[in-house]
């Protein structure tokens, strides 16, 4: 079963966030994330710059005072080292992307 659908069948039964790895190696990393509507994943900081991609429904992107609003096919840039959190407006599938800089 692919990772996607694994999460979206996970959602029915799972209050909390959901990740899945799809991709690691030194350089990069991709991780798929699972929320149902309302669900937040609670605030934290980016270590390496990042992207977030809302491939189904909408999430609010929270950070210094400021929200975006996140819909489908959207992305978002998350800024290095400063505090955020993410809410889901609707029941969403995002795709996190992370470039870790060379040593």
Same mark, same amino acid.
């Given at each position: 079963?692919?990772?996607?659908?694994?999460?979206k069948?996970?959602? #029915?039964?799972?209050?909390?966030p959901?990740?899945? *790895?799809? !991709?690691?190696?030194?350089?990069?990393?991709?991780?798929?994330?699972?929320?149902?509507?309302?669900?937040?994943?609670?605030?934290?900081k980016?270590?390496? *710059?990042?992207?977030?991609?809302? #491939?189904?429904?909408?999430?609010?992107?929270?950070?210094?005072?400021?929200?975006?609003?996140?819909?489908?096919?959207?992305?978002?840039?998350?800024?290095?080292?400063? #505090? !955020?959190?993410?809410?889901?407006?609707?029941? +969403?599938?995002? #795709?996190?992307?992370?470039?870790? *800089? +060379?040593?």
């Open positions: 079963m692919s990772v996607l659908k694994n999460i069948e996970e959602l #029915l039964t799972n209050d909390g959901i990740f899945k *790895p799809l !991709h690691n190696n030194e350089g990069f990393k991709a991780i798929a994330i699972g929320l149902k509507k309302g669900v937040v994943i609670k605030e934290h980016a270590n390496w *710059p990042s992207k977030l991609t809302v #491939l189904e429904g909408k999430v609010n992107f929270v950070q210094e005072n400021s929200t975006t609003e996140i819909s489908q096919y959207e992305t978002h840039d998350i800024v290095v080292g400063v #505090l !955020h959190y993410v809410e889901a407006s609707e029941d +969403s599938l995002c #795709l996190l992307t992370q470039s870790r *800089p +060379s040593e």
